[in-house]
């Protein structure tokens, strides 16, 4: 079984900046993308940065210059730093990995979410 917990989420002003992580934890033989996503309120989730096959990321056009998504490889840990939030960046923030089970099974795994609130 394979989890995926989420952290660093919280309440911070206009401006702030917040640094989201997610650690995979459980038995797996490898883990392959691991990305971000975020659902605002009455809205759809949507794409936030997720590596690309190619080995770039694609970031969602709100959020270019502003979040920057990293991974540590050897705690199986992706990061999303989060610069100059605006309120419109509200949302619970959830991560997801590619996985590939013990069993050469592929998976799709989903993190709880974290909430992130930005407001004066």
């Known amino acids: 079984q394979v989890q995926l917990v989420e952290s660093g989420g919280g309440l911070v002003q206009p401006g702030g900046s917040l640094r989201l992580s997610c650690a995979a934890s459980g038995s797996f033989r490898s883990i392959n993308a691991m990305g971000w996503y975020r659902q605002a309120p009455g809205k759809q989730r949507e794409l936030v940065a997720v590596?690309?096959?190619?080995?770039?990321?694609t970031y969602a056009d709100s959020v270019k210059g502003r979040f920057t998504i990293s991974r540590d490889n050897s705690k199986n840990t992706v990061y999303l730093q989060m610069n100059s939030l605006k309120p419109e960046d509200t949302a619970v923030y959830y991560c997801?990995?590619?996985?590939?089970?013990?069993?050469?099974?592929?998976?799709?795994?989903w993190g709880q979410g974290t909430l992130v609130t930005v407001s004066s």
């Open positions: 997801k990995a590619d996985v590939i089970s013990r069993t050469l099974t592929f998976l799709e795994i």
């Open positions: 590596p690309t096959s190619s080995g770039t990321t």
